[in-house]
């Protein structure tokens, strides 16, 4: 029996994982879901090029982008989401969360303010908010 991601779902020779789109995707998630982040990166990458125009795969792979830490993969997928629909708080959010562990909380704190606006009842959207405008306060130091 084989295991999501193993090489026994890939096409021989080829090096592209067997199944379609939607079994990638499905893959990925359960990679992410089993704390492989790098692995479901790479699985949903594929996916996302194969169907650019999917809003799951795309919020998937930012998700496992972050995941594995690759923060500034991650502002690029979160970004596109937000491009797309800059109503989508989520995106907002996993657009800030990621342009603060990449270092750049001009951009973190833009962002998930824009999540707070529209989410006010997000208790957790309003901690990462406070967290980066803290961390920016104490950058610039004393006035």
Request: hydrophobic share 45%; glycine share 12%; net charge negative.
């Amino acid at each position: 029996m084989s295991t999501a991601g193993s090489p026994e779902d890939e096409l021989p020779g080829e090096g592209i994982p067997g199944g379609g789109v939607y079994e990638w995707y499905r893959r990925g998630l359960d990679l992410l879901a089993s704390g492989d982040p790098a692995a479901a990166a790479t699985l949903l990458a594929r996916a996302a090029e194969a169907e650019p125009g999917s809003r799951s795969i795309l919020e998937a792979l930012a998700r496992a982008q972050y995941d594995a830490g690759r923060y500034h993969d991650a502002i690029d997928s979160f970004a596109q989401l937000a491009a797309v629909n800059p109503t989508d708080d989520y995106a907002q959010f996993g657009l800030g969360l990621a342009a603060s562990r990449a270092g750049d909380l001009g951009l973190a704190a833009e962002h998930l303010a824009l999540a707070v606006a529209m989410r006010p009842d997000l208790a957790h959207y309003a901690r990462a908010l406070r967290g980066v405008r803290a961390r920016r306060a104490s950058q610039r130091g004393p006035a």
